[in-house]
Structures are given as structure tokens and as C-alpha cells.
């Protein structure tokens, strides 16, 4: 069955919930991106969203290599990405790689929190983006040492997820039946009384 980009969209999105943001629902990880510019307006107001991130101390060490399709920066990420990976991010017009500064910019300790506001601040990008109608796919599938390597990133930051960035397209664009499969088919999670809990183990009652 052909679907069009919006209507695999519209398969994706969570059942409402009212109070709850749409954006919360809306925001899922497409694999097909449309061969389309995202403009550098769009990118900073992503990043305007991922700049107001809480952080332990105010510490603010997530760091974003940006690469855009057709840079040097852009070409050593998609390099560095598993093949399953590269199949449907060739695409992608934007790769970017999120890192996080491992000790405190004062005093050299280490910063045991900076992986957990790593992803806070790739939530809200993944979420600004939503808002403003573009799709994020975030990948662990990479060879992080190899990406460390070809963009010089310093051994005192932690690698976190590289993450494609663009505008969703049609499934069919995939040209791969697994995939076309995996674009369309509805999200799935866990009920909140497997974890949310009132005592260890026992949901509240919400
Ligand atoms: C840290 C992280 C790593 C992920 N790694 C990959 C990956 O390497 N390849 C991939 O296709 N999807 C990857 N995903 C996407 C997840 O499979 C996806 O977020 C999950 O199935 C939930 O689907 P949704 O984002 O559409 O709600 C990753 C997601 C996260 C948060």
C-alpha cells in the first residue's frame, strides 16, 4: 500500500491525551527524509529550544557537531554510521552528532550527571523540531571511536547519539520492504503502571 508522507505520518502519531502537549505525541523517528534543505533559521531556533535545557549546576555540557548534506562534517558522521543506519540516512540533510563534556568546566571533577542532560537536550531538540514540522531519528548504531577520530572530538566528552535530521517524505522513497514496513506501522509503549510507581514495582493507580 502507497502511503503519502502525511498519512504515514498520521499512522505514527499517539492517541491524544487531553492537557498533554500534541507535540509529545507527534514527534516519532522517521527513516524516510525528503531531499530537502532545512534553512539555518530553522536550526537556530532548534537550538534557541535546546539552549534552555535544564543541567546539573547550570552546567550546560551538551556540545552538537552540526553537519549539513553535502560538508565534510556531514560526510565523516554518515561515515561513521553502521550500514543499517546509512540505508535510510543518506537522505538525511542534516546528521548531527551529540556529545557531552565529562568533567565540570571548574576544578576538573567529573560531571557524573552530564549523559543524563545530554539527553535532556537532545529531548528538546527532538521536540522544537517536531514543532516546526521536521522529523529526528536518533542512532546509537555508529562506530563512536571512528566518529571521534574524523571530527576531532576531544577524549573528555562522551559520545551520545548521532541524530538525522530533516523533513519526513513518503515511505515508499525507502526502497526497501522491511523499512517501508517499520515507516508505517503504529508506535508502540509501556502502560505508565510499569513505570510510574507509587511503591517498588506497584503502579499509583494513574
Ligand atoms: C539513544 C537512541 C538510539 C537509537 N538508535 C537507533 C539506531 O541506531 N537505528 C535506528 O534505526 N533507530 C534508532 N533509534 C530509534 C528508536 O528505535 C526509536 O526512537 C524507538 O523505536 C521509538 O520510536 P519513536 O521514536 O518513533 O517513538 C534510537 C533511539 C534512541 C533514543
Do not use: C
Request: glycine share 8%; net charge neutral.
Amino acid at each position: 500500500m502507497t502511503l503519502s508522507a502525511r498519512e504515514a505520518h498520521a499512522r505514527k502519531v499517539a492517541p491524544k491525551v487531553d492537557g498533554v502537549l500534541p507535540v509529545f505525541h507527534e514527534r516519532w523517528s522517521p527513516r524516510s527524509f525528503a531531499e530537502k534543505e532545512v534553512s539555518r533559521e530553522t536550526l537556530k531556533k532548534i537550538f534557541e529550544a535546546v539552549r534552555w535545557t535544564a543541567s546539573a549546576h547550570n552546567e550546560q555540557p551538551w556540545r552538537f557537531l552540526v553537519g549539513l548534506r553535502g560538508t565534510e562534517t556531514w560526510e565523516k558522521i554518515y561515515a561513521s554510521l553502521m550500514e543499517s543506519n546509512q540505508k535510510w540516512a543518506a537522505k538525511a540533510p542534516v546528521l548531527i552528532l551529540a556529545v557531552a563534556a565529562n568533567k565540570f568546566e571548574h576544578g576538573d571533577r567529573p560531571n557524573r550527571f552530564a549523559f543524563y542532560d545530554l539527553g535532556s537536550a537532545v529531548a528538546h531538540l527532538t521536540l522544537q523540531a517536531s514543532a516546526l514540522g521536521l522529523g529526528t531519528h536518533q542512532m546509537a548504531g555508529y562506530d563512536t571511536e571512528k566518529a571521534r577520530g574524523l571530527l576531532a572530538i576531544p577524549e573528555d566528552y562522551v559520545m551520545g547519539a548521532a541524530i538525522a535530521l530533516g523533513y519526513q517524505d513518503e515511505p515508499e522513497k525507502l526502497d526497501d520492504p522491511a523499512m517501508i514496513e517499520r515507516e508505517t506501522m503504529t508506535r508502540e509503549r509501556k502502560h505508565l503502571a510499569e513505570f510510574v510507581f507509587g511503591s517498588w514495582g506497584e503502579g499509583m493507580g494513574i
